[in-house]
């Protein structure tokens, strides 16, 4: 790994009215590293990943991003038309529903061509020949390249969703429960897929669960997150197979359980 983070966030709270829903919440992501949020609903998971993204600015707190150049930038006090230009070049969002991360009413391979073009790509045919080689890539059929994704099935349209998020080869990618609504054996390819594209990638992800089984799956590491605070962090198997934590041990034995 890379001596610097691509991503810190030091000290971050946030509230709303009573509820704190951040406290004091220091993290690091390397490059090309898999992190897992994981938590119960309400402990502050979600709310974490849109502060990182910079959806959400906190009451207190920075995130700083490490760009290709080696230098950093404050993703909170850039301007947002710069913040939009880096979600649409270096970063990138995968949402639980797929109708949030894709264009409903343009084709599967317009989806996936917009992105190309807004990194610059302007060539017609090769926008097109790349959009098809990314839908095989996410086991959709070149031949629905021109198919809208509302008639695609909720499977199709997240893998429709992860080839227009991972065509530009993004450095860095938020995932919220990616998996979350899908059927158990769609879940599982749809695991085994992304797997294999960030490792193919090298990408750094950010990913967001509640499903212990795939943070085993994905991550290298493993942040526990209750009431808004992390009281359990370190490698994967060490967090599940040795949880320190009295709410992490319940985490895993809930899961042993069912």
Known sequence: M?????????????????VRALDDVSIDLWPGEVLAIVGESGSGKSTL?????????????????????????????????ARRR????????????????????????????????AVGDRHYGNIREEAARWLERVE????????????FSGGMRQRLQIARTLVTRPRLVFMDEPTGGLDVS???????????????????????????????????RMVVMRQGRVVEEGLTDRVLDDPRHPYTQLLVSSVLAA
């Open 2 to 18: 890379n001596d610097e983070p691509i991503l810190s966030a030091r000290g971050l709270r946030l509230s709303f009215g009573a």
């Open 86 to 117: 880096l979600a649409r070049t270096e970063w990138g969002f995968v949402h639980q529903d797929p109708r949030d991360g894709l264009r409903m009413a343009v084709s599967a391979g317009g989806n996936v061509g917009e992105r190309l073009m």
């Open 49 to 81: 990943l849109r502060v990182l993204a910079g959806e959400t600015r906190p009451d207190a707190g920075s995130v700083t991003y490490g760009d290709p150049q080696g230098g950093t930038r404050d993703v909170h006090g850039m301007t947002e038309a």
């Open 186 to 220: 769609v879940q599982a390819r749809l695991l085994d897929l992304i797997r294999a594209l960030v490792a193919d990638l090298g990408i750094a992800v950010i990913l967001v669960t509640h499903d212990i089984a795939a943070a085993r799956l994905l991550a290298h």
């Open 140 to 151: 959709i059929p070149r031949s629905r390249i021109d198919d809208a994704p509302r008639l």
